[in-house]
């Protein structure tokens, strides 16, 4: 099993709606995971991180499910702008290893 | 606050030449360090960390190596270039000292192409 799982997408999503982005991890011990944006040909910016008990930031909602492995990445109201590949990050364990999964792609429509 | 600076920018380098890319981080004191890897159209790979001067841990065997000479300096580099070396390289720092939900911080990134 690989150590974070994400669906690769392309995800094609009119502007206005709602997508949601899921990504699994192997490693029970992990304690710290991330949702990161990544524009084409550009270094992966911080988007959220994602807390146990779900957080918020504006149109996105990030919530982490430890029993299943499991977080998600919601964006609301979705904007042309938000086009880009979601990259899931999890740290490997009980050390400083950061892991990132392959990313899933988005593209908003017009 | 915080700075990463990586460089350079673009390399195109022959295969079976050295290579040398160096990041510094500012504003922050005992940083981890990391090396990242993106292929064309691939995930990020991590190539190498660092929790301290002289501390390198390696992830996939191949013909790079890492160096940390000085606390915030952090260097990736090769004997003998590959063409499979070809990619985005990445440095980031996050702080130490167990802060778990502290995030990554990338550099600008080297692309670098071996011909």
């Known amino acids: 099993r690989k150590e974070v799982e994400q669906d690769p997408g392309p995800f094609n999503v009119p502007e206005g709606a709602t997508v949601a982005f899921n990504c699994t991890y192997s490693n029970s011990a992990s304690q710290s995971f991330f949702w990161y944006r990544q524009d084409c040909r550009k270094e992966p910016k911080l988007l959220m991180s994602v807390y146990s008990s779900g957080n918020e930031d504006g149109r996105f909602t990030a919530q982490l499910n430890r029993a299943s492995q499991y977080i998600s990445l919601l964006i609301r109201d979705s904007k042309l702008s938000d086009s880009a590949t979601y990259l899931c990050v999890v740290n490997r364990g009980r050390d400083d290893k950061i892991i990132f999964g392959k990313g899933t792609r988005l593209h908003i429509l017009p | 606050s915080q700075t990463i600076h990586q460089w350079p920018a673009t390399l195109v380098q022959p295969v079976g030449s050295p290579l040398s890319l160096e990041c510094t981080v500012e504003g922050t004191s005992n940083p981890n360090l990391y090396w990242y890897r993106q292929a064309a159209g691939r995930g990020l790979q991590l190539l190498f960390y660092?929790?301290?001067?002289?501390?390198i841990s390696s992830e996939v065997p191949q013909n790079l190596s890492a160096s940390r000479p000085q606390d915030r300096q952090f260097i990736l580099s090769s004997k003998k270039l590959l063409l499979s070396d070809s990619g985005f390289y990445l440095c980031?720092?996050?702080?130490?000292?167990?802060?778990?939900?502290?995030?990554?911080?990338f550099g600008n990134g080297t692309r670098l192409t071996v011909t």
């Open positions: 980031a720092w996050r702080r130490s000292g167990g802060v778990y939900n502290s995030p990554l911080h």
């Open positions: 660092s929790v301290g001067i002289g501390q």
